[in-house]
Every structure is written in structure tokens, then in C-alpha cells.
């Protein structure tokens, strides 16, 4: 087994600002994925990372950055935090295949106000 | 690029009864078909999936049927418990990147006593 830990649980920022989520695995995935999820739209990638040194935009990838600093983490970065802007960010691992099972971590609530 | 629509945003259901969610998708070539589940206050967890090359597939309580013809997918819970209780997302896998599915907006299932 094992386990993804997301920092911080909860992130409260200011219109503007730049952000950084943090996202670790001990799984020994190689694949990892950020999500964005707003009520009631069901779950949008926003950048994911097949390998340690893959680096790939998802479909909302507009406005965020990424980083995979090793294979066990990998960052997500808001670049300019949007005035009243409410989302859970998911972070994601899977084994290096075809369609794998994805393995989630607890989120980040991000509230810019 | 694909989509996937889930039908029923909110479905109530007595315990014991079954329960069952339709999700349907819009790219032909589409052959992986996952669920997930996302209990309150938890993230979100894999429970069944099924590939194209079936048309039904059961693990305990949980089935899957897909009707390729009809671009349509459900999940069957069976003999529903209050544990069952949760959102459920259906997704579907793209077919031009075996790295990524496409989920829906997710049902929220009612289990009441």
C-alpha cells in the first residue's frame, strides 16, 4: 500500500497572488496528475506527468504552472489567483501503463478572496 | 475530444434496492471505462472498471454494463447498503492518450433507510 499527501489541506489567498500546492506519493508511481474540482463539474486535469522528467498540459492547464521535483512529488503552481475563486485540487498517481488505476490524495480547498 | 455526460446528478434510493447510473460518452473509440467513488469528506477511490472488449463485468455488489452501439455505460449496485451512500464518477478513457480519461460531473447517491 501507500499513500499521497497533499500540502496545505487548505489555502486561502488573495486576488493575484501566486500559489503552490504540494503533492507526494510513496506509492513509486511514475505517473502523477493534478485535478481541479468544482461542485457540481465532476473533475478536469490540469497537468500531469507520466514520467519523473515528463511534464504534460492537461485540458485547463491555462493558468497554472507544474513542477515534478522527483518521482515521489510533484507541484502545482496558481500563477495569478483569480478574486473569488473557490476549487478542490486532487492529486493523482498511477503505475506507468495503459489506463491505470489512479490512486487520489485528500485535496487542497483554495479560497481566494 | 471525448466527452462524458452522467445522466442523474442526484439519486435516492431505499436500502436494500438497487441502484443504477448511466453515464454515456461520445467517442466511438473509447475502450476503458472506470468508476470511482468519493465518499463525504473523503477523495476519491477506484472501484470497477470495464474494458471494451466485454459488455458486462461484476465484482460483488458492483456491476458494469457498456452497450458500444449506444456510446453507454452504467453502474448496477446491488442490494444497496448505507455505505454506498457517496458521489460516484463515471470516465472514460481517451482514446488518443491512454494517460488521461474524461470524467463526468459525478452522482450523488442517496441510500436512505
Known amino acids: 500500500g501507500g499513500i499521497i499527501t497533499q500540502t496545505p489541506k487548505f489555502l486561502i489567498g488573495q486576488e493575484g497572488q501566486k500559489l503552490t500546492l504540494k503533492c507526494q506519493q510513496n506509492f513509486n508511481h511514475d505517473t502523477m496528475y493534478w485535478y481541479r474540482q468544482d461542485s457540481g463539474k465532476g473533475l478536469r486535469l490540469i497537468y500531469y506527468s507520466i514520467t519523473e522528467n515528463d511534464l504534460q498540459k492537461g485540458d485547463l492547464s491555462e493558468g497554472y504552472d507544474a513542477s515534478r521535483e522527483k518521482k515521489s512529488s510533484f507541484s502545482l503552481t496558481v500563477t495569478s489567483a483569480q478574486k473569488n475563486e473557490m476549487a478542490v485540487f486532487l492529486c493523482?498517481?498511477?503505475?506507468?501503463?495503459?489506463?491505470?488505476?489512479?490512486?487520489f490524495g485528500p485535496g487542497t480547498r483554495l479560497t481566494v478572496l | 475530444g471525448e466527452k462524458v455526460e452522467q445522466h442523474e446528478s442526484t439519486l435516492s434510493v431505499r436500502e436494500g434496492d438497487s441502484a443504477v447510473i448511466n453515464c454515456t460518452y461520445t467517442d466511438t473509440a473509447s475502450s476503458y471505462f472506470p468508476w470511482y467513488k468519493q465518499e463525504a469528506g473523503k477523495s476519491l477511490h477506484f472501484v470497477i472498471d470495464i474494458r471494451s472488449n466485454v459488455d458486462r463485468k461484476q465484482s460483488q455488489r458492483l456491476i458494469v454494463l457498456l452497450d458500444k452501439k449506444a456510446k453507454r455505460f452504467s453502474l448496477h449496485i446491488t442490494a444497496t447498503q448505507p455505505e454506498d451512500s457517496a458521489i460516484y464518477f463515471c470516465a472514460a478513457g481517451d482514446d488518443t492518450n491512454a494517460y488521461k480519461v474524461i470524467f463526468g460531473k459525478g452522482t450523488h447517491l442517496h441510500v436512505l433507510p
Open positions: 493523482a498517481s498511477s503505475i506507468l501503463g495503459v489506463y491505470a488505476e489512479q490512486f
